[in-house]
C-alpha cells in the first residue's frame, strides 16, 4: 500500500515514531485449529471502523490467511485491473508479513480485492518508515501459483460481507516442510474501504494502525507465533 497524495509521504520526514510501540500479540496454531484478529479501529485516527477479522493457521508447508470484511457495502473494485496493479487504490485487504522477532526492513506484502485479484511483493524498506528520500523499492511476484500461492474469494452482498482466503507458502521464507511450529514472525493486517461516491478518498483500518496513513511502518507490527 503506497501514499495517497505526496503530502502524506512529507509528513514522515517529521513524523515522531514511539520508541518501542505497543503491538500486538498473536498465537498461531497449527491447521486446522486458527489464530483470529478482529479490528475495528481506524488508521491513523484510531476511530470506529467496520468489523475485519483474519484467521491464520499453518501446515507443513504454507500459511493459510483467511480475510473476512464485515458491513461492506460498496464491493469496489476496478474490473480491468490485473495482478500487481493498483489495487489498492480501491478496495482491499492486505496482509505484511516477515519472519523474525524485529522490526523488518524486507518483507512480504500480499493485497486481495473483492474480484479475487491480488498484489504481491516484496518489499525493501530499510528505514522502516518510508521515509521520505529514503530508498524504498519492491519486487512482485507476478506467477503466484509458481510460487506456490493460491486464492479464493466469495462476496454475499445480502449480508454485506465479503471474504477471500489466501495460501502463502513457507518455502519462501527459507522454512522447510515441517518446520515452522515454534517460529516467531511479524505481520500487520489493513482494509482500505472506498465507494464509487468518495474515490480517491479512503477509509483505512488495521490490527495495529500506525500513527500515519502509510502501511509500511513495521514498528507496528505485531508479534506473531506459531504454536
Same mark, same amino acid.
Given at each position: 500500500?503506497?501514499?495517497?497524495?505526496?503530502?502524506?509521504? %512529507?509528513?514522515?520526514?517529521?513524523?515522531?515514531?514511539?520508541?518501542?510501540? %505497543?503491538?500486538?500479540?498473536?498465537?498461531?496454531?497449527?491447521?486446522?485449529?486458527?489464530?483470529?484478529?478482529?479490528?475495528?479501529?481506524?488508521?491513523?485516527?484510531?476511530?470506529?471502523?467496520?468489523?475485519?477479522?483474519?484467521?491464520?493457521?499453518?501446515?507443513?508447508?504454507?500459511?493459510?490467511?483467511?480475510?473476512?470484511?464485515?458491513?461492506?457495502?460498496? =464491493?469496489?473494485?476496478?474490473?480491468?485491473?490485473?495482478?500487481?496493479?493498483?489495487?489498492?487504490?480501491?478496495?482491499?485487504?492486505?496482509?505484511?508479513?516477515?519472519?523474525?522477532?524485529?522490526?523488518?526492513?524486507?518483507?512480504?506484502?500480499?493485497?486481495?480485492?473483492?474480484?479475487?485479484?491480488?498484489?504481491?511483493?516484496?518489499?525493501?524498506?530499510?528505514?522502516?518508515?518510508?521515509?521520505?528520500? %529514503?530508498?524504498?523499492?519492491?519486487?512482485?511476484?507476478?506467477?503466484?501459483?509458481?510460487?506456490?500461492?493460491?486464492?479464493?474469494?466469495?462476496?454475499?452482498?445480502?449480508?454485506?460481507?465479503?471474504?477471500?482466503? =489466501?495460501?502463502?507458502?513457507?518455502?519462501?521464507?527459507?522454512?522447510?516442510?515441517?518446520?515452522?511450529?515454534?517460529?516467531?514472525?511479524?505481520?500487520?493486517?489493513?482494509?482500505?474501504?472506498?465507494?464509487?461516491?468518495?474515490?480517491?478518498?479512503?477509509?483505512? @483500518?488495521?490490527?495495529?494502525?500506525?500513527?500515519?496513513?502509510?502501511?509500511?511502518?513495521?514498528?507496528?507490527? @505485531?508479534?506473531?507465533?506459531?504454536?
Amino acid at each position: 500500500m503506497f501514499f495517497r497524495s505526496a503530502a502524506l509521504l %512529507a509528513s514522515l520526514v517529521t513524523a515522531s515514531l514511539a520508541a518501542d510501540p %505497543a503491538v500486538p500479540s498473536l498465537n498461531v496454531p497449527a491447521c486446522p485449529k486458527k489464530g483470529t484478529v478482529v479490528y475495528e479501529t481506524s488508521v491513523p485516527d484510531r476511530t470506529s471502523f467496520p468489523k475485519t477479522q483474519v484467521d491464520l493457521c499453518y501446515d507443513k508447508s504454507a500459511i493459510h490467511l483467511t480475510f473476512t470484511a464485515y458491513n461492506e457495502t460498496n =464491493f469496489f473494485y476496478n474490473a480491468s485491473a490485473m495482478t500487481n496493479d493498483a489495487i489498492y487504490n480501491f478496495e482491499v485487504m492486505e496482509a505484511f508479513i516477515y519472519h523474525g522477532k524485529q522490526d523488518p526492513q524486507h518483507y512480504l506484502e500480499i493485497e486481495i480485492a473483492p474480484n479475487n485479484v491480488t498484489y504481491n511483493a516484496f518489499v525493501y524498506n530499510p528505514s522502516k518508515v518510508r521515509a521520505a528520500g %529514503a530508498e524504498f523499492g519492491h519486487e512482485f511476484i507476478t506467477d503466484i501459483y509458481g510460487y506456490g500461492m493460491q486464492t479464493t474469494t466469495k462476496l454475499d452482498h445480502a449480508k454485506k460481507l465479503w471474504t477471500s482466503n =489466501f495460501r502463502v507458502p513457507l518455502g519462501i521464507f527459507n522454512i522447510d516442510n515441517g518446520a515452522a511450529c515454534g517460529t516467531d514472525w511479524r505481520m500487520n493486517f489493513f482494509r482500505t474501504i472506498v465507494s464509487p461516491a468518495t474515490y480517491p478518498n479512503q477509509t483505512l @483500518g488495521g490490527w495495529s494502525p500506525p500513527n500515519l496513513a502509510s502501511f509500511h511502518i513495521t514498528p507496528y507490527f @505485531g508479534h506473531v507465533k506459531f504454536i
